[in-house]
């Protein structure tokens, strides 16, 4: 069994559910697990990186997401210089809505990170010199701003994480064309999910068609990479969008806060909430409130 690090034991500032790390691997990594999400960078040198089964060279200017519970590690590495950022994969903090109706969020968040585990994953974002180089200026100023820990240095930190994060996608996205067509389908399907969840109408036979694949094609998406299906995918959606209105706009009945989630039917609405949260949405509701 993986040693399994944890958040809490890189972490400066408890407040805050994130950890900047330099690595410097003159040596290799064992391979090992983390209750964590991690976005690093290659700085120099150069090694082989293992995910799961399936090894990924690594060189100077390349990007990796990995999900916390994935096994990886590093091995032949030659003076292998790295940058980890580390965060909470269930809750990330400098998530925003707007960065979810990103195409290259979507497949490098969200769909890599999974695939990389389970097949020979070529595709992968390498930065080159002068992405580089404004990438490394925002990794000092966010080193800076975590370790210096001014009054209001989390409101500046999670604003450069942003930044950093919709770059790294918009520059992604770019890259498109060199993408495998079943991450663009997917990450296609989850842009416009994420777009339309709301809709009472959207279905799986809608989202196939936005995202130029037949409806057989897309399930197998979902379930190879994402291991749920479409319909699951967008009830859990709504269901989690419902569960932060229902604290926010208190005083809309739970019918409304249905209808504003994309249920046409309350009591169908409840029963979906109370077998994910464990409680009817007025008690969600009073709950949280009190």
């Known amino acids: 069994m993986s040693i399994i690090y944890q958040l809490k034991s890189h972490q400066q500032h408890q407040q805050i559910k994130f950890a900047y790390v330099d690595g410097f691997h003159n040596h290799d990594f064992a391979a090992h697990q983390h209750d964590f999400s991690e976005l690093f ?27 916390g519970d994935i096994e990886h590690g590093f091995h032949d590495v030659n003076k292998l210089k790295v940058v980890n950022l580390m965060f909470d994969y269930q809750t990330p903090f400098f998530e925003l809505p707007s960065m979810r109706l990103l195409s290259g969020y979507q497949a ?35 080193k800076q701003e975590y370790q210096l820990a001014q009054p209001g240095f989390e409101v500046m930190l999670t604003s450069l994480l942003q930044q950093l994060v919709v770059s790294l996608s918009r520059i992604y996205q770019q ?35 936005a995202a130029f694949v037949s409806k057989r094609q897309l399930e197998r998406l979902f379930r190879q990479f994402l291991n749920t299906s479409p319909n699951q995918y967008l009830k859990d959606i709504r269901l989690n969008f419902a569960s932060k209105l229902l604290i926010e706009e208190n005083r809309h009945s739970v019918q409304h806060i249905a209808e504003q989630s994309g249920f046409a039917d309350s009591n169908y609405f409840s029963k979906c909430f109370k077998q994910t949260f464990q409680l009817t949405p007025q008690n969600y509701r009073k709950q949280r409130r009190n």
């Open 41 to 67: 960078f290659v700085l120099s040198g150069s090694g082989n990186h293992s995910v799961e089964r399936h090894v990924y060279p690594l060189s100077k200017g390349d990007v990796f997401v990995i999900n």
């Open 108 to 142: 490098m968040f969200k769909v890599e990170p999974i695939a990389r585990q389970q097949t020979e994953y070529r595709a992968k974002l390498t930065l080159n010199g002068p992405q580089l180089s404004a990438t490394q200026a925002l990794l000092s100023s966010i």
């Open 175 to 209: 890259q498109s064309q060199d993408l495998p067509q079943p991450t663009l389908a997917l990450s296609r399907a989850l842009v416009f999910i994420e777009q339309n969840f709301a809709l009472i109408d959207i279905n799986t036979e809608t989202i196939a068609r």
